[in-house]
């Protein structure tokens, strides 16, 4: 069984082609990701409708390369003219149209079964460009459609397990971790805690009521004139501080800091979240330590600071967390996200949790194709799949799970 999966719900578009086979091991067989990062870098973040057109031209060249590397692609001998089904396009996605009729008219209906697509969260008019591709592919070759949310995206990719012998090329299990699972999803567009009491099922008991944790490292990294996405950066910083100021002399995790910032909602008695306060609270300290002589900060005072908001921003994701694995009885812990790849929410993470942890592979953390092949894949393994009519396909951009 083979799934063709696209993600384009924020600024990484990614096509790849999974197969499924009877040893139950999942097969990577073809992945093209492609990363807006240069694009949004100028703005500080992602910028909708430039994300949008960089979707809709990187969409068919990722296509082609995913399914060469599959051994998918293969030339028609009688061009077909398929054009009307893509009348649908001439709106809003002619650019896209442009590049999908002489696809669909010069490449034979490859030889898969469904076709995954990320329908929400995310940003609407990023998502509609993989949803149209989806429904396009769908009515030309007439395969159906799965629709994705991204964010079981995120946590179905905790729960792959690289197969031994063959992992340089990528096959993997699908792991069923006991449950019940609690999912900690932290990226740039969310901050949620989601609760699984089965497999497949979603309740999501907590969220941010303003920025992502994502987020806020990308802004507090632009505070510091750092590029977009400056969450590794910011986290690169506070480990050189916690290096030269080392635990034994400090309570907390970064030393004698000079700075310490606010932990928003650590006793608030539900499980929602709030980054905006520790962002603020760096904007203000920032401004004082540099507006009194109109000067840059110094690389320690960077270092101090960045430690300060990653210890604040990390340590209320975790007790809460914490605090939410105990109440629920999760038997299993799941990192999803962006900030899953933060080397210091895992270390503490590994040394506060007292139940089994998942993180992603790193390459895996962020967004990709694979991460919504793989949800498809065990909607279907499961027998619990929902496929919708091509032309009934949706973008949501608030979707809940
Ligand atoms: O999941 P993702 O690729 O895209 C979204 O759906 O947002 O996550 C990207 C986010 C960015 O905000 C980025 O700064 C953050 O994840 N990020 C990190 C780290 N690596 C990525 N934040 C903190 N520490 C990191 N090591
Ligand atoms: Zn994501």
New binding site residues.
């Given amino acids: 069984m083979r799934i063709l999966a696209i993600e384009t ?4 578009t990614g096509v790849c082609i999974l197969e499924y086979t009877v040893t139950g091991v999942v097969s990577i067989l073809g992945n093209a990701l492609s990363s807006q990062i240069e694009i949004h870098a100028k703005y500080g973040g ?1 910028f909708p409708t430039l994300a949008k057109r960089a979707h809709a031209e990187k969409m068919v060249p990722l296509l082609t390369q995913a399914l060469d590397e599959a051994y998918l692609l293969e030339v028609i001998e009688e061009p077909i003219d398929s054009k009307d089904k893509l009348d649908f396009l001439n709106e809003k996605e002619s650019q896209l149209k442009e590049q999908l009729s002489p696809f669909v008219s010069f490449y034979k209906k490859p030889d898969i079964d469904y076709i995954a697509v990320t329908i929400g969260p ?1 940003l609407e008019p990023a998502l509609w460009v993989g949803v149209n591709t989806a429904r396009a592919l769908s009515s030309v070759w007439n395969i159906p459609v799965i629709p994705i949310n ?1 964010m079981e995206g ?1 946590v179905v990719t905790a729960m792959l397990s690289p197969v031994e012998s063959s992992s340089s090329s990528k096959v993997y299990k699908v792991e069923q971790p006991q449950l019940p699972i609690l999912s900690l999803l ?5 901050t949620e805690l989601v609760l699984s009491e089965s497999f497949g099922k979603y309740q999501k008991i907590g969220q941010t009521r303003d920025d ?4 806020a ?2 802004k507090v ?1 632009r505070m510091f004139g750092l590029p ?5 950066a ?3 910083l506070a480990k050189e501080y916690r290096e030269t100021n080392p635990p034994s002399a400090h309570s907390g995790g970064g030393g004698e800091n000079p700075f310490t910032m606010p932990r928003p909602m650590l006793h608030s008695g539900d499980y929602d979240f709030s980054f905006s306060g520790i962002k603020t609270a760096m904007l203000y300290t920032i401004r004082d330590l540099t507006s009194a002589n109109s000067r840059e900060l110094e690389i320690y005072e960077k270092q101090a600071l960045a430690c300060a908001f ?1 210890d604040a921003a990390i340590e209320v994701l975790i007790k809460k967390t914490l605090k939410a694995v105990e109440e629920y009885g999760a038997q299993t812990l799941i990192i ?10 895992h270390s503490e993470l590994t040394k506060l949790a007292s139940v089994k942890l998942l993180f992603p592979e790193p390459w895996l ?4 194709a694979v991460m919504i092949g793989m949800a498809a894949m065990t909607q279907v393994i499961s027998e619990n799949i929902t496929t919708r009519e091509a032309e009934t396909l949706k973008a949501d951009g608030n979707l809940s799970l």
């Fill in positions: 719900s924020c600024d990484e992602v995310g991204h995120h932290v990226s740039g567009g969310h992502a944790v994502g987020e490292f990308d990294a977009y996405p400056g969450g590794p910011i986290s690169k990653e999803g996200g962006g900030v899953a790849s933060n080397t210091y929410l953390a962020t967004d990709n």
